[in-house]
């Protein structure tokens, strides 16, 4: 059972049980809401209590964050899951490649990590993903089991307290070996998926380094510090280096690699209980692991 507590100080008597759930737990107004309308999600000293209700000090407010979830309408999908990271509010994991985040309109029947989730958490879960990996790529993903986790960790996004940092095997290597691509995407008119290079789109923001070359291939690692759809690979792209195996911005190769070769190795966030700084890392993939090698 996911829940928070908090004990009133002197400074913080007299104020009412909202002013602390929205100020110092930073619970959002439409969760108070909800949590306010149970009989058990609200509570001080044991018993249930009004978010009208002044407080003293000494008063133990108590917020049972289970109480406010919607379950899921995700049909469960069992799978298996390389978990790297778990607690009460968050759960990490290594996603493989060749599997949709969530469910995709164009293909329904496939199951997505999302629903693998909801299977490995249980009946009544709810599961909400704080970052998402397109299809074929694999790596790090953190998804929040309740929605106040899920708040907060989104409000860290594309900030130095939620750090992603990808692997990518490059065509050729960036010049210089080290940088930042500051171009904006915007959606290629001549496809419904590609995007481009597009004066009139929104600014993108990748940092880069050159970890290692192994002839013709470059080894890559890439931090992102905005979320457009497609960055890395547009980016690498404009700088001459398309990733490995990438049909859309390079050239499909399947005798090198089946997927455009992109590994989210490594998640640093601030947990949202208590801000405690959270290092996630997944290795390198044995498809990519094995094209180095070559």
């Known amino acids: 059972m996911a829940a928070l ?20 737990l930073g619970l959002s107004a439409g969760r108070v809401g ?10 001080v000293n044991g018993r249930r209590v009004f978010v009208t209700a002044l407080l003293r000090a000494g008063d133990r407010l108590r917020v049972d964050l289970d109480a406010a979830e919607r379950p899921s309408s995700l049909v469960p999908a069992a799978m298996a899951l390389e978990v790297l990271y778990e607690d009460e509010h968050l759960l990490v994991v290594n ?15 496939e ?11 249980g009946p009544g879960a709810c599961v909400h993903l704080v970052n998402r990996l397109d299809r074929g790529t694999s790596g790090v993903l953190a998804a929040a089991k309740n929605g106040w986790a899920h708040d907060a ?11 992603r940092t990808y692997l990518a095997l490059c065509l050729g290597a960036p010049c210089p070996p ?43 690692e890439v931090r992102p510090w905005t979320g457009r759809t497609h960055q890395i690979r547009v980016h ?16 499909e190769d399947r005798a090198l690699i089946g997927r455009p070769a992109l590994h ?31």
């Open 5 to 24: 507590e908090l004990v009133v100080t002197e400074e913080q008597a007299g104020r009412t049980v909202k002013s602390l759930l929205r100020g110092e």
């Open 34 to 43: 909800r949590l306010k309308r149970t009989e058990t999600g609200l509570t």
């Open 95 to 109: 996603k493989p490649a060749g599997l949709a985040s969530i469910p995709s309109s164009l293909s329904p029947e």
């Open 111 to 121: 199951p997505s990590l999302a629903q693998g989730l909801v299977h490995y958490l």
């Open 153 to 163: 960790l989104r409000r860290q996004l594309h900030s130095e307290r939620f750090r």
């Open 178 to 220: 080290e940088g930042t691509v500051d171009q904006p995407i915007g959606r290629d008119p001549s496809s419904a998926v590609k995007r481009r290079i597009d004066p009139e789109g929104q600014r993108a923001l990748t940092g880069y380094r050159v970890a290692a070359q192994a002839g013709p291939l470059c080894l890559v």
């Open 236 to 251: 690498m792209a404009c700088l001459g280096c398309p990733l490995a195996g990438d049909w859309l911005y390079g050239v």
């Open 264 to 294: 989210a190795h490594s998640l640093v966030l601030a947990h949202p209980d208590g801000g405690r700084e959270l290092a996630v890392t997944a290795p390198l993939p044995e498809d990519m692991k094995t094209l180095l090698e070559r």
